[in-house]
């Protein structure tokens, strides 16, 4: 299937150059939404397949599209909210749902159970996929290492083989992941980045943002050397590792420079070399 889409999910389309944005926009541009077919109109995350399928976390199940139609997956709980769309093996689609590590067979079209070698499940704000039988996974406040194990059909089996915790002798739990060439980078709740030397996880550096209280993180963005900080309440939080420039970008009624145009933020999307998109909820664009 080829299909000339860039996945965006941009609800209330804040884009900071104004002639980027007339371009983007003049584009071949469809919305997508509940009346032609999505499963809900607040979409959490955005992943493209292997396939070339694009993938949707919604408050209310997976929607698929294919460049013509939209196909909804529900699952049989009540009151999903899936989030942190990835491919963490070959097949299989992961996400967080209200805090629980989830999966999706995409060639068999249907949910996994996701459970640890003890068989509960496995609490986890974020995952990433380190081969094809590994995955590092964040639970509470530890970065565990986790393998895939021979399951019952209908089922993800994973069993830990390493864990990693205890940043600075603080318990903060971690909330999102992310890495770049040779590094893994944590956010926790108290807003605090946490960068690990992705060949030796002992070794690592704290970086304090200065945030008093809990922060609402929705996901990380680790762009060259630069770290995009997706909040709810507190729009983008902007950290620049080379130079230390900590920036604020949210709502503002006054119009200033680098507004957004809401204060809650799901993630921030590159558009090119000079351009990031944050996402918000209620429109999806393609072109």
Same mark, same amino acid.
């Given at each position: 299937? =080829? ?11 804040? &884009? ?16 997508? =939404?509940? !009346? #032609? ?9 955005? %992943? @493209? ?26 699952? +049989?709980? *009540? ?18 749902? #209200? ?20 068989? !509960? ?11 094809? +039988? ?42 999102? &992941?992310? %890495?770049?060439?040779? @590094? ?15 060949? #030796? ?28 900080? *997706? ?8 950290? #620049? ?19 957004? +145009? ?26």
């Amino acid at each position: 299937m =080829n299909l000339k889409i860039l996945s965006l999910v941009i609800i209330g389309v804040c &884009i900071l150059l104004p002639d980027v944005c007339y371009a983007f926009l003049s584009k071949d541009v469809h919305l997508l =939404n509940m !009346q #032609n077919g999505l499963a809900d109109n607040t979409v959490s995350a955005v %992943y @493209k397949d292997k396939e070339g399928f694009v993938w949707f976390g919604t408050r209310n199940g997976l929607s698929r599209y294919d460049g013509r139609r939209i196909t909804n997956f529900e699952r +049989s709980r *009540s009151y999903p909210s899936i989030s942190n769309l990835k491919e963490v093996f070959d097949g299989v689609l992961a996400f967080v749902d #209200n805090g629980v590590f989830s999966a999706f067979d995409l060639k068999k079209e249907r949910f996994l159970s996701v459970v640890s070698s003890s068989g !509960q499940g496995i609490p986890s704000r974020g995952m990433l996929q380190r081969n094809d +039988s590994l995955v590092w996974v964040i639970s509470g406040s530890e970065l565990h290492l986790m393998k895939r194990c021979a399951s019952k059909e209908g089922e993800l089996r994973l069993r830990v083989q390493e864990k990693y915790t205890g940043w600075n002798n603080q318990d903060n739990l971690l909330v999102a &992941i992310t %890495y770049s060439s040779d @590094k893994i980078c944590l956010i926790d709740e108290k807003g605090r980045i946490i960068l690990l030397d992705a060949t #030796n996880l002992n070794s690592f550096r704290v970086i304090d943002l200065g945030r008093t209280g809990s922060l609402s993180v929705n996901s990380v963005l680790y762009d060259d050397g630069r770290i995009w900080i *997706s909040t709810i309440a507190h729009g983008v939080i902007y950290y #620049n590792e080379r130079t230390g420039k900590i920036k604020q970008l949210t709502y503002h009624v006054a119009p200033v420079s680098d507004r957004l +145009s809401h204060t809650d933020v799901f993630g921030v999307i590159r558009l090119n070399e000079n351009t990031l998109i944050p996402q918000h909820y209620n429109l999806t664009l393609f072109i």
